[in-house]
Structure formats: structure tokens, C-alpha cells
């Protein structure tokens, strides 16, 4: 079965320091895909990032990166000269293609919380 | 933009009483989702539909059933509401059952039962 790990509950730092969230995962399929979703204190989860098992370039997107790495099954990612509006709570989830008549859907790790302090 | 809506973002609720929980999506499409979001249990799907008049069982089904008799709407039902469904509920859509496809989700329902 699939699993996420966001072993970080929780994260805080001060204002213009990288900070890196970690998500592992564990899954059986070969083609599967790796979400980073942010969720705000408003609530509703917000988009940011998608990557497919066959693609393992890292990503860069303004002061958001991702470095997925196959071999250690994992994603993370990394918010360089954090701001605080950063400040939310940050989940890492995984859709697999064939999950063995399972649920569709996608499984989510525990989130971790992201505090920037000014 | 996709625009998912949940018919409330507060609901308190005694319990027995049965609930109805709505959501809504603009962009037509075909797959909705239920979720719950418990701390530090992150979320948990509940049930899922691909089209109308479909549902599937997700991970935690028990105490709930949904309703979707039409593309846009989708809805969760607690029968007989308990303390321990006290959750935030967050609904979602997706364009299709392709799986790399985004989830879109709504601003969510936190549900109180007493």
C-alpha cells in the first residue's frame, strides 16, 4: 500500500532563511505521481507542484524548488529567502496509476506546519 | 480558474441529527472527491465519484454516503452524525480519471457535532 512521510510536524525559522521540507513515500507501482499542496490559514489547499515518476529533473520556481530523488523515494522541497507569507501548512501527497483496484484519490502525508517569523 | 464551493465553512450539529455537506465545481469536471482532515492524521479520501450517479468507497467510508445526480454537485451525507465525525471536510474536483491531473479543492466545511 502507499504511504507518505512528512516526518517534520512542524518548522519554524525567521524571515530570508531556506528552509527544506522532506516527504518520503512508499509505493509499489512504477508510474505513479508526487503533489506538494499549500494550505494556507484560509484553509483551502492550493496547488503547486506536480512530478511523474519518469521525470526526475528538480524544479525551480522563483524561490520554490523540488529535488525528487527515485533512489532515496524522495521529494522535498525547499523555500529559499522565506517570506511570511510562506506561512502555511504544506502537505506532500502521491497518486499511483495502477494501485491495485485500491482507491483513487490521493494519499496524503500529515503536513508539516510552516512558520516564518518576522 | 476552477472554482470549487462548499455550500458552508462552519456547521454545528447534535448528534443523530443527519447532515448534508454540498459542494460545488465551475469547470465541469468529471471527478469529485471527499476528504477529512483530521491533525495529525493529514487527509483521508471518504468517497470519490468519476461521473454522475457513480461512487466508489475510499479509505474510510463508515458513517458516510454521498450523492452525485448531477456533473457539478456532490454531496456527503452523515446519516446519523457522531461526535467523532467532528472534522474539517474538504471537497475536490478533477478534470478527468487521469491521475496527474491537479486536484482542485474547496475552502472546506469544519463540521462541529455535540
Known amino acids: 500500500a502507499q504511504k507518505v512521510t512528512q516526518a517534520q510536524t512542524e518548522i519554524s525559522v525567521v524571515e530570508k532563511e531556506d528552509v527544506t521540507l522532506d516527504c518520503v513515500y512508499e509505493?509499489?507501482?512504477?508510474?505513479?505521481?508526487l503533489f506538494w499542496y499549500k494550505q494556507p490559514p484560509s484553509g483551502e489547499l492550493v496547488f503547486l507542484i506536480r512530478?511523474?515518476?519518469?521525470?526526475?529533473q528538480n524544479e525551480i520556481s522563483g524561490r520554490y524548488s523540488w529535488n525528487f530523488q527515485k533512489s532515496t523515494s524522495s521529494f522535498n522541497f525547499t523555500i529559499t529567502a522565506s517570506q511570511v507569507v510562506d506561512s502555511a501548512v504544506y502537505f506532500c501527497?502521491?497518486?499511483?496509476?495502477?494501485?491495485?483496484?485500491?482507491?483513487?484519490?490521493?494519499?496524503f502525508g500529515k503536513g508539516t506546519h510552516l512558520i516564518i517569523q518576522p | 480558474d476552477v472554482k470549487v464551493t462548499q455550500s458552508s465553512r462552519y456547521l454545528v450539529k447534535r448528534t443523530g441529527e443527519k447532515v448534508f455537506l454540498e459542494c460545488v465545481q465551475d469547470m465541469d469536471h468529471e471527478n469529485m472527491f471527499w476528504y477529512r482532515q483530521d491533525p495529525g492524521l493529514g487527509l483521508r479520501l471518504i468517497y470519490f465519484s468519476y461521473d454522475v450517479k457513480m461512487k466508489e468507497k475510499g479509505d474510510i467510508p463508515e458513517g458516510y454516503s454521498v450523492s452525485r445526480e448531477k456533473k457539478e454537485r456532490f454531496s456527503l451525507i452523515l446519516e446519523s452524525a457522531s461526535t467523532n465525525q467532528t472534522s474539517m471536510y474538504l471537497c475536490?474536483?478533477?478534470?478527468?480519471?487521469?491521475?496527474?491531473?491537479?486536484?482542485?479543492f474547496g475552502p472546506g466545511t469544519r463540521l462541529t457535532v455535540l
Open positions: 512530478r511523474n515518476s519518469f521525470d526526475e
Open positions: 509505493t509499489r507501482d512504477t508510474t505513479y505521481y
Open positions: 475536490a474536483s478533477r478534470r478527468d480519471r487521469v491521475r496527474d491531473n491537479e486536484q482542485f
Open positions: 501527497a502521491l497518486s499511483e496509476v495502477f494501485s491495485g483496484g485500491g482507491a483513487d484519490g490521493l494519499t
